[in-house]
């Protein structure tokens, strides 16, 4: 696999997990999910996380990206310790830091694009129209600024999440299974974005995918198997 051509070799650690552990009930039984999993991803990197489904996947990213507290274990974020902090300490982090971009877009029907990517900025408390309107521009839909999700193919809401991923101007953007609800084509030009923007903008890229092919795409592909790091 080629290096991200903006990637230096010394690139420093942005993320650091030692022995992740956890597990769900269900009924009686305890699955164990992840069984110690340690790993660290790099400034500038597109990793992409595959393995079987229920291997633990969408869980080890979740926890990488302070979304779900792990039962034990640590996950160190450009030097600090994710889940030690306050939970204010922690969205703060969330929101200014990290973007995610999930399978199912979690676009609000009601709302346009431009006002969909503008959401993120609000939570902050500093509404940014111009700047949600740039982010639409980077992923292509700077003339699709007025339209309802309705209006929008599948393709273009995913774009749409992925600028509101990128409104913060965060280091690392988590996708989970961004390419799960559309066709090729059009999922091979959103792998395509997302890539570039680790190209072109020093962003770092973790991706969970079932594909195995699109797997190869990254600096590094992790696979997970009963809940444990083979590659």
Same mark, same amino acid.
């Given at each position: 696999?080629?290096?991200?051509? !903006?990637?230096?070799? +010394?690139?420093?650690?942005?993320? =650091? $997990? #030692?022995?992740? #552990?956890?597990?769900?009930?269900? &009924?009686?039984?305890?699955?164990?999910?992840?069984? &110690? %999993?340690?790993?660290? %991803?790099?400034r500038g990197e597109a990793v992409f996380l595959?393995g079987a489904s229920g291997a633990g996947k969408?869980?080890?990213?979740?926890?990488?990206?302070?979304?779900?507290?792990?039962?034990?274990?640590? =996950?160190?974020?450009?030097?600090?310790?994710?889940?030690?902090?306050?939970? @204010?300490?922690?969205?703060?982090?969330?929101? /200014?830091?990290i973007g995610f971009v999930f399978q199912g877009?979690?676009?609000?029907?009601?709302?346009?694009? =431009?006002? !969909?990517?503008?959401?993120?900025?609000?939570?902050?408390?500093?509404?940014?129209?111009?700047?949600? $309107?740039?982010?639409?521009?980077?992923?292509?839909?700077?003339? #699709?600024?007025?339209?309802?999700? @309705? /209006?929008?193919?599948?393709?273009?809401?995913?774009?749409?999440?992925?600028?509101?991923?990128?409104? !913060?101007?965060?280091?690392?953007? +988590?996708?989970? /299974?961004?390419? &799960? !609800?559309?066709?090729?084509? *059009?999922? /091979?030009? %959103?792998?395509?974005?997302?890539?570039?923007?680790?190209?072109?903008?020093?962003? *770092?890229?973790?991706?969970?995918?079932?594909?195995?092919?699109?797997?190869?795409?990254?600096?590094?592909?992790?696979? %997970? #198997?009963?809940?444990?790091?083979? @590659?």
């Amino acid at each position: 696999m080629t290096p991200s051509p !903006n990637r230096s070799p +010394f690139a420093s650690q942005l993320i =650091v $997990a #030692r022995d992740l #552990r956890r597990s769900f009930k269900i &009924g009686p039984r305890t699955i164990e999910v992840l069984r &110690g %999993i340690s790993t660290e %991803i790099q400034r500038g990197e597109a990793v992409f996380l595959c393995g079987a489904s229920g291997a633990g996947k969408t869980t080890l990213l979740y926890t990488l990206a302070g979304l779900e507290r792990p039962e034990s274990g640590t =996950v160190e974020f450009d030097g600090m310790r994710l889940y030690e902090g306050g939970e @204010a300490m922690q969205a703060r982090l969330r929101n /200014e830091r990290i973007g995610f971009v999930f399978q199912g877009y979690f676009l609000l029907p009601e709302l346009t694009a =431009v006002e !969909n990517v503008m959401l993120a900025t609000l939570i902050g408390g500093k509404p940014r129209p111009d700047d949600a $309107a740039e982010s639409l521009a980077r992923v292509g839909l700077g003339d #699709r600024l007025h339209h309802l999700p @309705a /209006e929008l193919s599948g393709g273009e809401q995913q774009r749409v999440a992925i600028a509101r991923a990128l409104i !913060n101007d965060p280091s690392v953007i +988590f996708a989970d /299974e961004p390419t &799960g !609800n559309l066709d090729s084509k *059009t999922g /091979e030009g %959103i792998v395509e974005l997302l890539l570039g923007l680790v190209r072109d903008h020093g962003k *770092t890229l973790v991706v969970v995918t079932h594909d195995a092919e699109l797997a190869t795409r990254g600096d590094r592909r992790l696979e %997970i #198997r009963d809940g444990l790091l083979v @590659a």
